[in-house]
């Protein structure tokens, strides 16, 4: 669980410094409620049948869903000051199905200055019980300074 209190500044990173990990948990509930909310009906993502009748082993879930991972992940260490600028491109290789969890990870590529910002590239992926699922891809931060 986050602690919202904490803000990470840019003096605080360098390169190499890795985000603590967030596992997330693929109910079918969760993937249902996910799909909802983005409005992504296509069956796939919550109906077992169809997802395998498509090739897929199991229901799983789509890019929304990965980039709201990534987006807690990445928030959750840049504090509530940080800013995300720009997440991607990143490749999805193999399925995150229900009944999986998924591991979010990161580190920090490179940190500079530019035009009054302080800028942090990181290198995000998720990991499954069967390897890395997506990524890696960068997500660039601007942090604060303290």
Same mark, same amino acid.
């Given at each position: ?13 360098d390169?190499g410094?890795?985000?603590p ?7 079918v ?19 077992t ?24 992940t990445v ?7 940080g ?23 990161? @580190?920090? !590529? ?5 035009? &009054?910002q302080? #800028? +942090?590239? %990181?290198?995000?992926?998720?990991? @499954?019980? !069967?390897?890395v699922?997506?990524?890696? &891809?960068?997500? #660039? +931060?601007? %942090?604060?300074?303290?």
């Amino acid at each position: 669980m986050a602690d919202w209190t904490q803000q990470r500044y840019f003096e605080d990173v360098d390169e190499g410094t890795e985000l603590p990990p967030v596992t997330f948990h693929l109910t079918v509930q969760r993937m249902i409620i996910e799909a909802g909310a983005n409005r992504d009906f296509s069956p796939i993502h919550h109906n077992t049948r169809v997802a395998q009748s498509q090739g897929a082993p199991e229901m799983y879930i789509n890019n929304v869903f990965i980039q709201g991972m990534w987006n807690r992940t990445v928030q959750e260490f840049i504090g509530l000051d940080g800013r995300i600028k720009k997440v991607g491109p990143f490749r999805m290789k193999i399925f995150n199905t229900v009944g999986d969890p998924v591991t979010t990870k990161g @580190t920090v !590529k490179k940190k500079w200055q530019e035009d &009054g910002q302080n #800028l +942090v590239e %990181l290198e995000v992926w998720s990991e @499954t019980l !069967k390897g890395v699922s997506v990524g890696p &891809g960068p997500v #660039l +931060v601007a %942090l604060p300074s303290g």
